[in-house]
């Protein structure tokens, strides 16, 4: 611990999301520096048991200051990659500009040097931050698709809730058993990022097709944007569009299409944040490519 989190009578803890009132504390920090609520995560089954948090309470139980580490298998041009992700980085603001942060930081990426992990990754609006550690932004696109023929579908298609436990159930089994979406640049597996991302946002739609995948998506009506397909097979385009019966005037995938049988070409993508990656399988990542937002974290 610093010296200054000791003289400040700061308690430093570690992996305490097994103690309900920290991690109601993270909540709380979390709600009140960025307005987001990720105690949603506790309707799905509570937080991922792969993370690795580091955080700093008061004398009076409240977290505040933190930054997390968690396992997100990759795959990066074909390898399969043991890849750690960055978020929950936070300080109230009376506890700002005295070294809190940096501390938590470096002990995070301690720990995942520690236990071997080839490739870091980070999602931020402030990069230069990050820079000093080594960290180089990853320019990403969205692929913009040429329109298939659609063909007369036999998939079934179904709506799923994540107000419905079986619903529920459902999604999580084909997120631990999916396909990577891609094999340029996507997630092996995360659970907790794609529910609470489809949670924060309304728009997005998660659909049943077939046995086979969950396809999550948004239409309005001109632009179709599919955001991610968790399923023990990707289906192509066409075959999407067909069992979904719309007919979009413009196509953008938020992944690398390579599984999806189509024509696509890349467009850059303004986001509000940036990736960011290091780490000596940081070198393999080439592009044109992008994280899907239900992966984002």
Not at 175 to 188: D, G, I, N
């Amino acid at each position: 611990m610093s010296e200054l989190a000791r003289a400040d009578g700061l308690t430093l803890r570690q992996d305490y999301f097994d103690d309900p009132s920290a991690w109601k504390g993270l909540v709380d920090l979390l709600q009140d520096t960025f307005s987001i609520d990720i105690g949603i995560q506790d309707q799905f089954g509570g937080p991922d048991p792969s993370s690795m948090p580091f955080g700093y309470f008061d004398q009076e139980g409240r977290c505040i200051a933190n930054f997390s580490a968690f396992s997100m298998p990759m795959i990066v041009n074909g390898r399969a990659v043991k890849a750690a992700a960055y978020q929950s980085g936070a300080v109230r603001p009376e506890w700002r500009e005295r070294g809190l942060y940096r501390d938590l930081m470096q002990r995070a990426f301690d720990r995942t040097a520690a236990e071997g992990y080839e490739l870091d990754l980070l999602l931020t609006d402030k990069p230069v931050l990050y820079e000093r550690y080594g960290f180089r932004t990853v320019p990403q696109h969205v692929f913009v698709a040429q329109i298939p023929k659609l063909q007369k579908s036999e998939s079934s298609v179904r709506q799923l809730s994540l107000e419905t436990p079986d619903d529920i159930s459902l999604i999580k089994s084909f997120l631990q058993s999916r396909k990577p979406v891609s094999s340029c640049f996507a997630v092996v597996r995360q659970m907790e990022m794609f529910l609470l991302n489809a949670c924060f946002n309304s728009a997005i739609r998660l659909t049943m097709l077939g046995d086979d995948a969950v396809i999550a998506w948004t239409f309005d009506g001109a632009t179709f944007w599919l955001l991610d397909v968790a399923g023990i097979t990707i289906p192509s385009l066409a075959a999407i569009l067909s069992a979904l019966d719309i007919e979009p005037d413009r196509i953008e995938i938020c992944f690398p299409p390579d599984r999806l049988d189509c024509q696509a070409s890349p467009e850059p993508y303004e986001g509000y944040t940036v990736l960011m990656a290091r780490g000596k399988a940081a070198g393999e990542i080439t592009g044109p490519l992008i994280l899907s937002p239900m992966a984002e974290f």
